[in-house]
Nanobody, 125 residues
Framework: QAQVEESGGGLVQAGGSLRLSCTASGPTSESYAMGWFRQGPGKAREFVSA????????RYADSVKGRFTIFRGNDKNTVYLQMNGLKPDDTAVYYC??????????????????WGQGTQVTVSS
């Protein structure tokens, strides 16, 4: 079992930046592959980005490529999502998800077992 917690959402103007953080807490020996998803108003939840347990590989949705960066912190089970050049279309609840590291990255929400509660990101025009 693991618990996932996100933070860092908020209100920002178009063109601005935010950094989201996420920590997965479980058995100390466990390493997690982690991903970010988002759900905008009236929209289905969609993949944003993912990273392997060791941080070597990452993947991004086309809509955020070149603007968002996912990376791991010094704590092996903490990841960050640096969001630059934010657009009103990025407005959504952002969710962090985790799964056992040996499974590799997951690009679908069905790939993940552990989920955070979500953090709201609002981008004003």
């Amino acid at each position: 079992q693991a618990q996932v917690e996100e933070s860092g959402g908020g209100l920002v103007q178009a063109g601005g930046s935010l950094r989201l953080s996420c920590t997965a807490s479980g058995p100390t020996s466990e390493s997690y592959a982690m991903g970010w998803f988002r759900q905008g108003p009236g929209k289905a939840r969609e993949f944003v980005s993912a990273i392997t347990w060791d941080g070597i590989a990452t993947r991004y949705a086309d809509s955020v490529k070149g603007r968002f960066t996912i990376f791991r912190g010094n704590d092996k089970n903490t990841v960050y999502l640096q969001m630059n050049g934010l657009k009103p279309d990025d407005t959504a609840v952002y969710y962090c998800a985790a799964r056992s590291g040996f499974l590799g990255m997951g690009l679908s929400d069905r790939d993940y077992v552990y989920w955070g509660q979500g953090t709201q990101v609002t981008v004003s025009s």
